[in-house]
């Protein structure tokens, strides 16, 4: 795909014929299983590439700027099918990588996509991620947490902090305008140990397709009260 390609070379990715065959591999496997349960609603190729690979592929740069170990180790909450989890884990094999979701049969896509593509470096975890955030294994283990079109940012922001270590950061895919989610934000960031590092953003490459990307760098460690459970969490944001 000549489209593949071009994204591929504008990320600079490394092993671009390795990684274009892993992703168009995997992007098959999402259109085929997508025929019998719902997925994404994306079902045209080069549509699948701009908004699911390229979108995921955004990540790297911030990834390779903010990170200090050579083997970082990431968990994607709410990750669906995979995204953007999976597609950077192909472009940086370096990135241990926790997929995230509590629905069942999107985990078990994912563990089948691991399995088909031969990944090593890739677990997933099927439960909330409310409850990884309290669970000593996954509490502030993470040097970095990936959301994608998740939920509104004061509510991400106490699924996602708890999980990182002091020192991550946090990668918040969002839309173009994103302040007013920013500004609710705000006192939800400084409780949970946070801070907002930067605001990138910019047009997916070969689209019209605007993007935002907020880095949220964790300065100290979470408060133990803290994530509380989903009803207070949805109903009584910080």
């Known amino acids: 795909m000549e489209l593949l390609d071009k994204v591929l070379e504008y990320y600079k990715v490394k092993n671009p014929l390795v990684v274009k065959h892993l992703l168009i591999k995997y992007m098959n496997l999402v259109l085929e299983k997508n025929k ?4 994404t609603a994306i079902e045209n190729e080069e549509e699948f590439v701009i908004k699911h690979i390229a979108d995921s592929l955004s990540l790297l740069k911030f990834i390779e700027q903010e990170n200090s170990n050579q083997n970082p180790v990431a968990i994607d909450i709410g990750s669906g099918f995979g995204a953007p989890g999976l597609f950077v884990k192909i472009a940086m094999p370096s990135v241990n990588v926790f997929l995230n979701d509590s629905n069942k049969k999107k985990c078990k896509f994912m563990n089948e996509a691991k399995e088909s593509l031969g990944i090593s470096g890739v677990n997933v975890v099927c439960e909330r991620a409310e409850v990884l955030g309290r669970k000593e294994e996954f509490r502030e283990k993470f040097d970095f947490v990936f959301a994608r079109a998740v939920d509104r940012l004061n509510v991400l922001c106490e699924y996602a902090i708890p999980l990182l270590k002091v020192g991550g950061a ?11 989610e920013i500004d609710l934000a705000k006192n939800a960031i400084e409780i949970l140990g946070g801070e907002i590092y930067s605001i990138e953003k910019f047009v997916l490459p070969y689209s019209d397709e605007k993007r935002s990307i907020i880095i949220i760098k964790k300065l100290r460690q979470t408060p133990s009260n803290f994530p509380r459970n989903t009803k207070q969490i949805v109903k009584k944001p910080l």
Do not use: S
């Open 36 to 39: 019998l349960f719902n997925l």
């Open 170 to 180: 946090f990668l918040a895919q969002k839309g173009f305008e994103c302040e007013d």
